[in-house]
Structure formats: structure tokens, C-alpha cells
């Protein structure tokens, strides 16, 4: 067993790590790691639809895509994340208790009575603490799992605090759970990195082969590449979302009431069309030409609405509140 050191905290970063060591290694690994304030949406959901966009881009909270299906986790430097790669020629998946076994035995040696729970849960008194997910690639099985232990509830509670009615979609949704964080229930102080040791030390008794790496400066090349390419793109975050429509009523108190639709593939826009009882000196349609066939991004629609003067096309309303109506 390769116990992977790992001593970065950026999301992007750590996201491209997993996919690079299940891409490129034989061996069997173990890796524990944590990520600056996060969303890390499941592979087969909307992002949007799993966040509270303006929280999150006020709290400068990065959203990455993971390469495993399953719900929105948010991670923080008080979240501990673990990964297990190992080969299995008969594709075995979803073997949930396999790998949270280990982290189980850590918190029964803390006192602590935790149980496996539901399809991939971890509970303290009926509480989540632990969300898993698993995938197998080629004759790889990749697992993770996120540990809270001492994560900013707040920031967890508002950043997955998304408006569901907005979006209609085939994505798959977020089941929201009551949480707590693995400190609350510590019979003695404890942070984040002892617990980490605790959880890593017993990984070492389980293999005797266990031995440590260090991430190489090809390494290091490799996973950035990974990252410039893949983990920190418009494309893969948002844009590999499934098909989805949109639709926002926005009340304001110079343009009357607005409704914003769109239908989104692929991330792109398909068609928009602004209904509402506003009053108009040209006409709406323009807009909704522009804005076909452009991302559903801020950055694009902005561009693609700066030659006009959006307040002639529906009464007074500004651009900032335009475009605060696409999401």
C-alpha cells in the first residue's frame, strides 16, 4: 500500500491528484487530504442547481466537478478527505463498509460510537459526518470520503443552500442530511491533523507493505497540467452539467415583475426568452438572439449584452440585475 503524502490544500489541485494516481499508477493507495473552502459536485449533477451561487462567489468558495457520482459536499480545512485506489479484476463497486471500516475503528478508539448508515453514510447519533462515493475504472476501484471534523457549519449550510425551483433538470439532487463535525463529540481535544495521524497510523497497521511517496516534480507537472486542462475549467465544472431549463421570477420595483427562462445544453444556451409585464422601447427579441448559443456563464452573458442598453428593453432594469435574473 502507497501512502500518498499530501500537503496542498487547493481543490483543483487535489481533485486532478486522485484522477492522476487511478490513471497512472498500478499500485494500491491511500491518500489523505484537505481542500480551502469548496463545493465538489457530483459527475452526474447540475452545479448550479447545487449551490447558492451569490454565497458562494461572495465567500470566494471555489465549485469543482469529482470524477464519482453521488451529491454536493462542502469541504473546508476542518474537513478531512481520504481516498483509497486499489486493483480488483472483479470490478467490485459499492463495497461502502470495505473502506470506511478503517475510520470506524479510529473513532471506536476515540470513544466514539459511529455507525455506517443508509447507502454510504457515516452517523453520530443519527448525524452525517461522512459522505463516500465510488467509481471503477478499468480494474481500479476508487474510493473517497469526506470527514467533518471541525468545518464551518455556516459556510456548509449556505453554500449548498441552492434554489431548486429554478432548475428543471434529469441531474441528480442533493439528499440534504442533519451533520455534525467528529470534534462535538471528542471526549478530549483533538484537531484536525492529530486526528489525521490517528487515521493514518492505523492504515500503516492494517498493510504491512504500507510505505510512504512524496509527490515528484513530474509529478507536480502532471497534476497541474490535469488541472489547467480539466479541473479548474468552465467546461468541466459547469459546462458538462446535464440538459437542464431554467426559469426565475424576479420582482423589481422599477420594471415590474420578470420571468427568466432558458432551455441549456451542454452548458450552452439554447434559447432565452424574458417574460414579464415591463415596458419596452425596443425590442426583447434582440436579446434573446444574443444570448443563444453562449455559455451559461456570467462572464459570456456580460459580454454578450455590453453593445445594449438592456433598460430600453425592459423598462429600467439594470445590467447587473439582468444578469442576476440568469441565475
Known amino acids: ?10 481543490p483543483y489541485f487535489n481533485l486532478a491528484a486522485e484522477e492522476y494516481f487511478l490513471k497512472t499508477t498500478d499500485e494500491d493507495i491511500f491518500m489523505l487530504w484537505r481542500n480551502e473552502p469548496a463545493v465538489i459536485v ?14 458562494v462567489k461572495e465567500n470566494n468558495i471555489r465549485v ?34 470495505k473502506y470506511t471500516e478503517p475510520i470506524l475503528h479510529v473513532l471506536k478508539e476515540l470513544a466514539i460510537d459511529a455507525r455506517f448508515e443508509g ?32 468545518a464551518l457549519m455556516t459556510d456548509l ?9 429554478k432548475f428543471l433538470d434529469k441531474a441528480v439532487k442533493s439528499v440534504r442530511s442533519r451533520v455534525t463535525n467528529i470534534s462535538e463529540h471528542l471526549n478530549k481535544p483533538l484537531d484536525v491533523m492529530q486526528f489525521s ?15 510512504f511517496y512524496e509527490l515528484t516534480d513530474v509529478d507536480h507537472r502532471l497534476i497541474r497540467e490535469l ?43 439554447l434559447k432565452a426568452h424574458i417574460y414579464g409585464d415591463y415596458f419596452s422601447y425596443a425590442d426583447p427579441k434582440e436579446i434573446d438572439a444574443a444570448l443563444a448559443g453562449i455559455p451559461h ?3 459570456a452573458i456580460r459580454r454578450a449584452i455590453s453593445p445594449f442598453e438592456i433598460g430600453s428593453y425592459f423598462g429600467k432594469l439594470t445590467a447587473d440585475e439582468f444578469v442576476n435574473g440568469l441565475f
Open 1 to 10: 500500500m502507497l501512502i500518498v503524502k499530501r500537503h496542498h490544500t487547493n
Open 42 to 55: 457530483g459527475k452526474h449533477q447540475n452545479s448550479l442547481s447545487e449551490i447558492n451561487l451569490d454565497y
Open 64 to 97: 469543482v466537478r469529482r470524477l464519482t457520482g453521488g451529491g454536493a459536499v462542502f469541504h473546508d480545512l476542518g474537513n478531512l478527505n481520504f481516498t483509497f485506489i486499489q486493483s480488483n479484476q472483479d470490478h467490485t463497486l459499492n463495497d461502502f463498509r
Open 119 to 150: 447507502r454510504n453514510d457515516l452517523t453520530i447519533e443519527g448525524k452525517k459526518f461522512s459522505g463516500n462515493a465510488e467509481m471503477v475504472w478499468k480494474n481500479r476501484v476508487f474510493h473517497h470520503g469526506t470527514l467533518l471534523f471541525s
Open 157 to 165: 449550510s449556505q453554500a449548498l443552500k441552492a434554489n431548486e425551483t
Open 197 to 211: 495521524q490517528l487515521i493514518e497510523d492505523h492504515i500503516v497497521s492494517m498493510y504491512p507493505d504500507a510505505r
Open 227 to 269: 488541472v489547467k486542462t480539466k479541473y479548474e475549467t468552465w467546461d468541466w465544472n459547469f459546462g458538462s452539467s446535464p440538459d437542464y431549463n431554467f426559469r426565475k421570477l424576479v420582482r423589481t420595483g422599477s420594471s415590474g415583475t420578470l420571468e427568466f427562462c432558458m432551455d441549456v445544453r451542454n452548458g450552452v444556451i
Open 297 to 299: 456563464q456570467e462572464e
